[in-house]
């Protein structure tokens, strides 16, 4: 009940401020901030549906959760027995020069891996999709290749690959016309470089090809993959004599570079609340000089200045609240139905296009078409965490309070006896 009275006047200072000038500063604001909370959690969304895209294919099919190496080879069952592992995968790899039709030539990575492995491991299969053809591994001499790596080559499936150059134990040799694999399927994922350098085949391909004596590798997946850590040192325990390698270190280089980029992104994006925060600033300074005679009253009438300053925070409260939860929701309905708005964005821009084309040069409009950057950004699944959208909304609330207080250390610049004097 003490402080009923700052409330009071602040609604009162609201009520007065909501016409003229000053109304349509206080709408700017509010706008202003729920566009940049809305903007924000798309431009997050977004963008963390890219990164995901990247980081599940890598973790699926390229990198694993842990990689494990050694001497000797290693019973795959164990690794099963360690708590926190969901799947071990005993594989070959090697760096291969691939010949194409017409001798066109690509670098690549051979893997060997289990010929079943896309009907036992979900998420190496829920990452692929198949282009042509189909993933079969079972019979010896046949491969998979990434659809890029495949296109570059010229083959089909059906076709032929040969293996100019390939590296290996020391049975293989590293120059040899001789090996050629027939190409049973192209595969693809949301990484460009696995589609571009990969080439599946079995064990069984695999060993022929490099030699006994050629060393086997482990990918083990986990149940959680933030826990790695933890069931590294229990692999060590169980299986001391190899060495493990987490998903973290191996792809340190790559996902820096996403962490960076997304930081960068969010820095960009946040000026928009700086800018709000200035409009806000100016708002709240106009209203103090608007209001220095209710200030004076107030004061002399042995109100404390924090007690008017925390008035003008009200406002600045109240500003930031009215702008950040429409921004939320709308961000959120814009994340969730991203495909149809961006649809609808297409058409609205082709048929901006189409007019002025009509309008200008209306033997052209034959030749228009519709932007694949729009299809191509719908098409990415928007990820939303809430801590990303919780912290977005708060910095916009935060951002409207700061100005206000900034704005209301004039209050404390008054003096009583210098305003009433000039009334």
């Not at 006047?9 to 003229?20: C, H, I, K, N, P």
């Not at 709408?27 to 202003?32: N, V, Y």
């Not at 033997?363 to 950057?373: C, I, R």
Request: contains cysteine.
């Amino acid at each position: 009940m003490v402080n009923h009275w700052i409330t009071y006047v602040a609604r009162r200072f609201a009520r007065v401020d909501r016409s003229g000038r000053g109304r349509a500063t206080s709408q700017l604001s509010i706008w202003g901030i729920a566009f940049g909370v809305a903007a924000l959690i798309v431009i997050m969304s977004v963008m963390n549906g890219f990164q995901m895209g990247f980081i599940e294919s890598i973790l699926e099919i390229s990198s694993f959760h842990i990689r494990a190496a050694g001497p000797q080879p290693a019973d795959p069952d164990v690794f099963l027995t360690v708590n926190g592992v969901r799947s071990c995968i005993p594989l070959y790899e090697a760096q291969t020069l691939f010949a194409g039709r017409s001798g066109r030539q690509r670098p690549g990575l051979l893997r060997g891996i289990p010929a079943d492995l896309a009907e036992t491991d979900a998420g190496f299969a829920g990452q692929l999709r198949v282009d042509g053809g189909s993933f079969d591994l079972q019979a010896p001499g046949t491969v998979v290749l990434g659809t890029t790596l495949a296109r570059g080559l010229g083959l089909r499936p059906g076709d032929t690959v040969n293996l100019l150059a390939l590296s290996g134990g020391s049975e293989t040799d590293l120059f040899d016309s001789s090996r050629s694999l027939k190409v049973t399927g192209l595969v693809s994922c949301g990484y460009s470089d696995i589609n571009a350098t990969f080439a599946f085949v079995s064990l069984e391909t695999a060993r022929n090809l490099l030699g006994d004596s050629a060393p086997v590798q482990y990918g083990i997946k986990l149940q959680n993959a933030d826990r790695v850590d933890g069931v590294i040192a229990r692999l060590q325990q169980t299986v001391p004599e190899l060495q493990y390698e987490s998903w973290r270190v191996y792809n340190r280089s790559f996902f820096g570079a996403l962490r960076v980029e997304k930081n960068l992104l969010l820095l960009t994006a946040a000026l928009i609340f700086v800018v709000v925060g200035v409009n806000i600033f100016n708002a709240m300074r106009r209203m103090v000089y608007q209001k220095h005679e209710e200030i004076a009253v107030l004061k002399a009438l042995g109100a404390p200045q924090k007690a008017i300053q925390t008035v003008f925070l009200y406002q600045g409260l109240r500003t930031g609240f009215a702008g950040a939860i429409p921004g939320l929701i709308a961000g959120l309905l814009i994340s969730v139905r991203m495909e149809p708005i961006i649809g609808l964005f297409s058409k609205v821009g082709y048929g901006i296009v189409r007019f002025f084309t009509l309008l200008f040069s209306p033997e052209d409009v034959q030749f228009l078409e519709s932007s694949s950057v729009f299809l191509y950004y719908a098409a990415i699944p928007a990820r939303i965490f809430f801590s990303e959208a919780a912290a977005i909304t708060l910095f916009g609330i935060a951002a409207s309070l700061v100005a206000a207080w900034a704005a209301s250390r004039t209050v404390t610049k008054m003096s009583v006896a210098e305003v009433l004097h000039d009334e």
